[in-house]
Structure formats: structure tokens, C-alpha cells
């Protein structure tokens, strides 16, 4: 079974640093993109930022200059490193990929991780 077992969140102040970890288990054959997302109380998850095997990257505009996503494809890992942290920023962070296993394409998602930026 395919397990994404996230690390990294915490409790910084304004102007702080952070650095998310995602690391995939399981019967993985092939992985296409790896992303996190966020979500605070009341709103929808949202795409902070994503990366595809062939190297495409995006991110949500609020977070461009400030985080940046990487990836250890020998360890299926995905980072997130997370620079001049807001309080905007406070919100679960969950990391999602998109997975071949033994028979099919799967999405999976992280547990959540909390990150809050403090004034």
C-alpha cells in the first residue's frame, strides 16, 4: 500500500523559514507530478506548488519568490522550503502525488502537516 508520510511543520515567527518533507512508500512504479497544497478552517484546498517528473513547476502566485519545491526522485521524496513565512501562510500543509502502483494511477495525500507563522 502506497503511504505518503509527511515531516517539517512547526511554529515560526514572521519572516521565519521552514522545510517541508514528503516521502512516498510502498509498490511505486512510476510517480508524475508531486505538489503541496494548504488549507486553513472554512476554505477549500488550495495548490501551493507542484512539479512534474518532466520538470514543469508552478506555484501559487502569493508563494513565488519565497517557496521553493524539490524533489529526490531516488528517495520519492518532495520538498517544500519555505522562506519570509507570513502569517497568510499559517495553514495545514499536505502533500499529494500522483503514483503508479502495481496496477493503476492513484493520487495519494500526506496526513497534514501544521505550520504557523507567528506576528
Known amino acids: 500500500q502506497v503511504r505518503l508520510v509527511e515531516s517539517g511543520g512547526g511554529m515560526v515567527q514572521t519572516g521565519g523559514s521552514l522545510r517541508l518533507s514528503c516521502a512516498a512508500s510502498g509498490p511505486i512504479y512510476d510517480i508524475q507530478r508531486m505538489g503541496w497544497y494548504r488549507q486553513t478552517p472554512g476554505k477549500q484546498r488550495e495548490l501551493v506548488a507542484q512539479q512534474t517528473t518532466g520538470g514543469s513547476t508552478i506555484y501559487q502566485d502569493s508563494v513565488k519568490g519565497r517557496f521553493t519545491i524539490s524533489r529526490d526522485s531516488a528517495k520519492n521524496t518532495v520538498y517544500l522550503q519555505m522562506n519570509s513565512l507570513t502569517p497568510e501562510d499559517t495553514a495545514v500543509y499536505y502533500c499529494?502525488?500522483?503514483?503508479?502502483?502495481?496496477?493503476?494511477?492513484?493520487?495519494?495525500w500526506g496526513q497534514g502537516t501544521q505550520v504557523t507563522v507567528s506576528s
Open positions: 499529494n502525488m500522483r503514483i503508479r502502483g502495481i496496477v493503476h494511477w492513484s493520487d495519494y
